[in-house]
């Protein structure tokens, strides 16, 4: 496997980043993850405008412009041979002193590497059971809108979440609503309508979970941003993840009790699976 890392392409095994390297010590960076379908990286500029913006929030300098990532990526995919695969992109403030302080840091830290397309990402559906966390997200935190390399609760909500037995968590904000999952946007459906939960409560604005709003767009279907409570996610007649990876994951079980399908979300993940594909072969 070959990696970029800071401007040169390596084996993985020569891939070092160095222990004082505030990522490693204190998540102090931002990451992006997308799925590459036939050598193109799915909605790459999407995730680079967020990526620009997160850089900005922290005040990291990002050592490649988007069009340079853009092409090194392409190289990227083409010297692994990967071209249906998963793209990974890590940038983090760099080697520094330690302590809180950043001001020493003057050397950002790049890192742009290619994953399998897990196994379950395949052309049968998933089916996901989803349990409530007992672990909250703050409601009102600004770096919420960005994917930051400081994700404990997501890593302990996710293993609670096996821990019972279930496949994800759904994490509430310290409001007590219904904010994401460990791994993605949640949508569910209500009355023929598509709703998602509003950006600004803790909720990452994901690259997908905009993806879908474009389909039911041009699909006619009505859609709804609301604040909602768990409770009353019980009644939806529908409900589904949105991640990058794996696209559309439908809930067949919520809290221990059956979620029924929509015909609805089969939609929708139809029209995913035709936009990768569409997008992949665009000139």
Known sequence: ????????????????????DRGFMYGDGLFETLRV????????????????????????????????????????????????SVLRL????????????????????????????PAASSDELL????????????????????????????VLARAEAMERGADEALLLNTNGEVAETAGGNIFWVYQNRICTVPTGRGVLPGITRAVVLEICQALGLETNKRVIKPQHLRNAEGIFITQSVLGIVPIAAFDGEPVAPSPLVDQIASAYEQMLTAESVAA
Do not use: C
Not at 92 to 116: D, E, I, K, Q, W
């Open 90 to 117: 890590v940038l983090t403030r760099g080697p520094g002193a330690r302590g809180y302080s950043p001001g020493a840091a003057a050397n950002p830290t790049f890192v742009m590497s290619l994953h399998p397309v």
């Open 127 to 154: 089916q996901w059971s989803l349990i409530t966390s007992s672990h909250h997200i703050p409601s009102s935190d600004a770096s919420s809108s960005f994917k930051t390399t400081s994700k404990l609760l997501n």
């Open 37 to 84: 379908v036939n050598g193109r990286p799915f909605r790459l500029a999407q995730h680079l405008e967020r990526l620009v913006r997160g850089a900005d929030f922290l005040k990291i300098k990002l050592p490649f412009t988007p069009k340079e990532i853009s092409k090194l990526a392409a190289q990227l995919i083409d010297k692994n041979a990967m071209s249906d």
């Open 1 to 20: 496997m070959v990696i970029f890392l800071n401007g040169k392409f390596l084996p993985e095994s020569e891939e070092v980043v160095p222990v004082n």
